[in-house]
């Protein structure tokens, strides 16, 4: 049987939509800010922009939305603490992990490496075509060989490390603060979440549909069951296999 999660936590406050748009944005904004005043020094320095971008993630993201959490806790519980802010916490049957979430990293997989990329071409050309060079992964593959074997590691190193830490922080912040703050809003939460979620990337708008596609079953598993861990699990090994995927750019 179907668990009704929109009626759990129902003592939890709720967000007004305006307040989730901007709860679910606003540290995008902040990573974009970031992202375009600190590339072009970065990129003066002999580092790739994505460099830059990592540094976001370690600067920003991580700071802003861990500690958005903690500071909930300490306002509400009286103790910088993620018990009773961070919900969606309930336990599953082990086996159903070893199930479900390489089911999501498959679907992923399709999503990213087969429907995503003529998505995307078309977008960067039809939309975005005026963003400079530095944006779009593409131009860091196709001139890898202007950075220095050294700038290279550097940037590899920071982002194993700042991908797998923040993949955890963005889903204990979406997925367990704000996803169940609309829960009224019943099965429509997590299509919104998703959405807002993926608009959040202002630096790689053009992915967008490909987010949507990827993140629709394991989000709304995990509102069905009330884990935020399918989701954790899957966008940590996502975000590493992403960067395991690198090596041979960076190490060939």
Not at 46 to 53: D, K, N, T
Not at 71 to 100: A, C, D, N, T
Not at 162 to 186: C, D, N, T, W
Not at 197 to 225: C, G, M, N
Request: aromatic residues 16%; contains cysteine; charged residues 15%.
């Amino acid at each position: 049987m179907i668990k009704d999660s929109s009626n759990i936590h129902l003592d939890t406050e709720q967000h007004s939509i305006k307040k989730s748009v901007i709860l679910h944005l606003l540290p995008g904004l902040l990573i974009l800010l970031f992202y375009i005043m600190t590339a072009p020094f970065i990129i003066r320095l002999g580092l790739p922009s994505m460099f830059a971008l990592q540094l976001a993630i370690l600067f920003i993201l991580i700071p802003f939305e861990l500690g958005y959490l903690f500071y909930q806790g300490k306002k509400e519980k009286g103790r910088f603490s993620l018990k009773e802010i961070v919900l969606y916490r309930e336990p599953i049957p082990i086996w159903q992990y070893f199930i479900l979430v390489p089911v999501f990293l498959g679907w992923s997989t399709i999503c990213f490496l087969i429907i995503s990329p003529p998505i995307e071409n078309y977008l960067i050309k039809t939309l975005f075509s005026w963003l400079p060079n530095w944006f779009f992964l593409d131009d860091f593959v196709k001139n890898i060989a202007l950075y220095s074997k050294s700038a290279l590691i550097l940037t590899w190193v920071l982002g194993l490390v700042v991908q797998g830490i923040g993949a955890i922080v963005e889903e204990l912040y979406f997925r367990g603060y704000l996803m169940p703050r609309i829960s009224r809003l019943k099965v429509w939460a997590p299509l919104i979440n998703i959405l807002l979620f993926s608009l959040y990337h202002l630096d790689s708008l053009w992915q967008t549909p490909a987010r949507i596609l990827a993140l629709l079953p394991v989000i709304y598993a995990v509102w069905w069951k009330r884990n935020i861990y399918l989701v954790i699990a899957w966008h940590f090994i996502v975000n590493i296999v992403g960067m395991i995927l690198m090596i041979p750019l960076i190490f060939g």
